[in-house]
């Protein structure tokens, strides 16, 4: 499930980088950890979990470090690439 997100005009898209802020901040609340616990989890500070759930300026190095934390990889694919989880939208009845 997404946590709430900021308001946005219609038209503009959310980027990679929210989205990927929203999942991390909605992973770390559905494990039931504060940011603290993360941290200290993933070996990085505290300021460094909340600036990655604010899409702000987060090295690489401690962004693969959360996402292990919380079980999972950072991965690159090419964007045009369809996932699982799109498939609902593509496939999805226009009503």
Do not use: W
Not at 20 to 41: C, G, H, I, Y
Not at 43 to 61: F, K, L, M, P, Q
């Amino acid at each position: 499930m997404r946590s709430m997100m900021r308001k946005k005009t219609a038209n503009l898209s959310i980027s990679n980088v929210e989205r990927l802020s929203e999942d991390l901040r909605a992973t770390r609340r559905e494990r039931k950890l504060t940011q603290l616990a993360l941290a200290e989890q993933a070996g990085v500070a505290r300021r460094t979990v909340t600036n990655a759930e604010h899409a702000g300026n987060v090295g690489i190095r401690e962004l693969c470090r959360l996402a292990n934390a919380l079980g999972y990889e950072v991965v690159l694919r090419p964007m045009d690439t369809v996932i699982l989880e799109d498939l609902n939208d593509i496939f999805r009845d226009d009503e």
